[in-house]
Nanobody
Framework: QVQLVESGGGLVQAGGSLRLSCVAS????????MAWFRQVPGKEREFVAH??SSADTVKDRFTISRDNAKSTVYLQMNSLKPEDTAVYYC???????????????WGQGTQVTVSS
């Protein structure tokens, strides 16, 4: 079992920056691929990034990183736009994928709101 706890969401102005954190716990947590997804009400869950790739909509603006010593994965978000507004989720899978159905464990989500 892996438990994921997200934090760092909030309200930020367009052009600003925000860093999301996801703390993973469980004895096997280090064996999983970690990724970020986002979702807005009524829309499908959208892939954001994992360590090998990121969505075209966030390339050159978002960066994913991992601190194994702290069992934490981060999403650094720069040059934020109103269309980045969503609930952001971290997730864990056994292989690299951009498909949400491949991810086994999910955090509770953290709201990011970007004002214009």
């Amino acid at each position: 079992q892996v438990q994921l706890v997200e934090s760092g969401g909030g309200l930020v102005q367009a052009g600003g920056s925000l860093r999301l954190s996801c703390v993973a716990s469980g004895r096997s947590a280090s064996h999983y691929v970690m990724a970020w997804f986002r979702q807005v009400p009524g829309k499908e869950r959208e892939f954001v990034a994992h360590s090998l790739s990121s969505a075209d909509t966030v390339k050159d603006r978002f960066t994913i990183s991992r601190d194994n010593a702290k069992s934490t994965v981060y999403l650094q978000m720069n040059s934020l736009k109103p269309e980045d507004t969503a609930v952001y989720y971290c997730a864990a899978a056994t292989r690299f994928s951009q498909d949400y159905s491949d991810y086994i464990y999910w955090g509770q989500g953290t709201q990011v709101t970007v004002s214009s």
